[in-house]
């Protein structure tokens, strides 16, 4: 029996969307997954040889980086954020469609002048500081792991860097985007060490693959 391979995927929002994909490249949780009150984070699958690791969004990547974990699911942000370079992501899984974006309140109270130095609040302060480098503007980013969209109105920083989809989250706290930095969307990731060594793992980047071209044309 080869040895187990491990699944990293996020806990949050983009499980729904992602299961059914897994599902159909093969990779089915038992059923104890889906119990909300199991608190256990490994889970046995459809495939002997393959177990699943359930952990924060930004942790996935953390794992299959470090050949923790072989492959993972995870939003792009994330990716880009982190910038590994031993994570590889081949497959744009079309789930968990969103954008990152800059914004700042409605009544323009953080807009004073051409400002060089801006604080931003922000969960990506890599991206952050290098969308605003590349516009020659120095972002001191404070880091929130959540809520960031009420840091303006404490006055913790004049802007904030987050994700947008409906856009909703911003108008609710008076804030409007101003910039748009990128499209994000949810990859399958692999490790690229195991990548070249077990053959597995290229298997199954092509089942996920391959279940993508018969989404796309269904
Ligand atoms: N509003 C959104 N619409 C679509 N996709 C989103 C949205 N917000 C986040 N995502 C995607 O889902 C991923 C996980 O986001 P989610 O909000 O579930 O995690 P989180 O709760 O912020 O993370 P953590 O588990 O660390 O608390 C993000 O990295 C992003 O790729
Ligand atoms: O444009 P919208 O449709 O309103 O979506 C954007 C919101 O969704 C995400 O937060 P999430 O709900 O995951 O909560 P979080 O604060 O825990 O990240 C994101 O951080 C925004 O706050």
Do not use: W
């Amino acid at each position: 029996m080869p040895a187990s391979l491990t699944f990293a995927i996020p806990k949050g929002r983009i499980l729904d969307e992602a299961l059914p994909v897994m599902a159909r490249a093969g990779i089915d949780p038992e059923a104890a997954f889906h119990d909300k009150a199991n608190r256990s984070l490994t889970f046995t699958t459809t495939r002997e040889d393959m177990r699943l690791i359930r952990v924060r969004a930004f942790d996935v990547a953390t794992f299959v980086a470090h050949g923790a974990a072989q492959l993972g699911i995870v939003g792009s942000d994330v990716i880009a954020e982190f910038d590994y370079a031993d994570l590889y992501a081949p497959v744009d899984l079309d789930i968990g469609h969103c954008h990152l974006a800059v914004a700042e309140p409605r009544d323009g109270t953080s807009a004073s002048g051409r400002a060089s130095h801006l604080r931003v609040a922000t969960k990506y302060p890599n991206i952050t500081r290098r969308h605003f480098e590349a516009r020659g503007v120095q972002a001191e980013c404070v880091k929130l792991n959540g809520a960031m969209e009420i840091a303006p109105a404490l006055g913790l920083a004049g802007r904030i860097v987050d994700l947008v989809s409906s856009g909703q989250t911003l108008r609710d706290n008076g804030l409007v985007e101003t910039q748009h930095i990128m499209d994000i969307s949810a990859r399958l990731i692999v490790n690229r060490v195991a990548l070249k060594t077990d053959r597995r793992i290229a298997a199954l980047v092509e089942a996920f693959r391959t279940e993508r071209q018969q989404a796309a044309a269904a």
